[in-house]
């Protein structure tokens, strides 16, 4: 019984499909392929003008009995989510975002093109959003409407870098790359959309798509919460692409994953003097060395070696002339820890050091640590429950060893910003293929991705927030 009833509607389920398919080729353009009827079985069977047919109240009553599967998360909800992450059609629908963008790749707040063509596919899909937020933000809703609220996020913006792979979407802009793979957060975001789009109806509360300009430099983070991103939202989540795991793994831990980072760059000023007369000096270069060598006894002697922090002297600037002492020294730096406790003690400690320093030696400092200029970020710290739910749904969606705990890292991330204001998880996806070449870290010119991670990051997105309305709602 159970399986000629299988083998009955999957004939009629096939024919639907094709006659779904030909009736969207004629009543609509299709944009992409992967605005086919399967995706949106909605509109091809129950369309907003009413025309309902009788195979759109059979699909009606299958999907209605889908809805109340997903009450409660099982596995068959897993698999609805892969399918449709897993299309041939959606696969090559999102690795061509995916290269658009990777051929166009734009610098913070100048991600013009980039929000433009995810407004293009938000408008296919009818996904309504508010634009523009943090100048080329978008802000996408879908669901009921109503609470609870949960955001996802992705970054748009590439990196000052010259693109060193040499492949056929290879960036067209000189100087410019995505090697930190943003391109593939937006297209993952995307894809999440497509896939929440088709399961709106399941949704118990609203979800946020939050494509964010100016991750790398600038803040964007911030800038969007100015601009009411966060309004309402209760949850925030998001992905980073890691070649540290092969493709498809994802990582996170709980509590503080990534570190608070900020820099400095201190201008000590004494005396010039010719080098022969150093009588005549009051030298700055000294005053500046004795600064490098106390700012090394901040961590190894003040900070608990159970707290990990870092204080690194990255430049020293005294000029070129080997017969004069200089008037000023420039050394810079930057400092990173994993509470904010512990990241600003070291921010004014590097002050009082540099500071102090330069008057043992008859010098004055000054410490610039380009607050204005928005380059401190706080640490990355996940809450407990909400590293919990990403780990349920990769585990629950991809099985148990596509999960890790991973170790915390000294890199930083302007999600910090969301991440101080409600509970949130960062989590990683590994993009790692030796065969393709994919085993660069980011932000070098020979960066790439395993393109494969693309449906997997869109279906664990999707699912992450859709079982978060479940759960929550
Ligand atoms: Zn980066
Ligand atoms: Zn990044």
Not at 43 to 69: D, I, L, W, Y
Not at 154 to 162: E, G, N, R, V, W
Not at 243 to 259: D, K, M, V
Not at 349 to 371: G, K, M
């Amino acid at each position: 019984m159970k399986i000629r009833n299988s083998f009955f509607f999957s004939v009629i389920l096939i024919f639907l499909i094709v006659i779904g398919d030909s009736a969207v080729a004629f009543a609509e353009p299709i944009p992409s392929a992967a605005y086919d009827g399967v995706l949106f079985p909605d509109r091809r069977c129950c369309n907003r003008e009413g025309k309902e047919t009788v195979s759109a109240c059979k699909n009606a009553t299958r999907r209605g009995s889908a809805a109340a599967e997903c009450e409660v998360w099982s596995e068959a909800c897993s698999e609805a989510v892969l399918k449709v992450a897993r299309r041939e059609e959606t696969v090559e629908w999102l690795k061509g975002i995916r290269r658009k963008i990777h051929e166009n790749p734009e610098l913070a707040f100048e991600e013009i093109e980039t929000s433009r063509l995810i407004r293009e596919e938000l408008d296919l899909m009818e996904v309504s959003y508010q634009y523009p937020l943090a100048k080329t933000g978008i802000r996408a809703t879908i669901g009921t409407g109503g609470p609870p609220f949960v955001a996802l996020r992705a970054d748009m913006d590439a990196l000052p870098i010259q693109e060193a792979v040499e492949w056929e979407y290879k960036s067209k802009v000189a100087g410019k790359m995505h090697a930190c793979g943003h391109d593939a957060h937006v297209a993952m975001l995307i894809g999440a959309a497509k896939i929440l789009k088709t399961r709106e109806h399941l949704l118990k509360g609203t979800v946020i798509l939050l494509f964010q300009p100016a991750e790398e430099a600038g803040n964007g983070a911030k800038r969007m919460m100015q601009d009411g991103a966060l309004k309402d939202v209760e949850a925030i989540f998001a992905a980073h692409v890691s070649h540290e795991h092969p493709t498809g793994i994802i990582g996170s831990r709980p509590g503080p994953l990534l570190a608070g980072c900020g820099f400095f760059r201190a201008v000590t000023s004494g005396k010039k003097a010719l080098a022969g007369n150093p009588h005549h000096s009051v030298d700055p270069v000294l005053a500046a060395s004795a600064a490098v060598i106390s700012l090394q006894g901040i961590v190894s002697r003040e900070s608990n070696p159970l707290d990990s922090q870092v204080v690194s002297v990255t430049r020293f600037d005294g000029g070129n002339n080997l017969d004069m002492i200089p008037d000023t020294v420039v050394l810079g730096g930057t400092f990173r820890a994993f509470s904010n406790t512990s990241f600003y003690q070291l921010l004014e400690r590097i002050e009082q050091v540099i500071v102090e320093q330069a008057s043992v030696y008859r010098c004055s400092a000054e410490v610039d640590f380009f607050e204005k200029e928005y380059t401190i970020y706080p640490p990355t710290v996940n809450d407990d429950r909400m590293y919990e739910h990403v780990k349920k749904v990769a585990i629950d969606l991809l099985g148990e060893k596509k999960f890790r705990v991973v170790q915390p890292m000294m890199g930083a991330e302007d999600f910090s910003f969301y991440s101080e204001a409600v509970p949130s998880a960062f989590f990683y996806i590994g993009v790692r293929n030796e065969t393709l070449g994919s085993t660069h870290t980011g932000h070098s010119p020979y960066f790439m991705i395993d393109e494969d991670v693309l449906p997997i990051g869109a279906a664990t997105h999707a699912t992450i927030a859709e079982r978060y309305l479940i759960e929550h709602g």
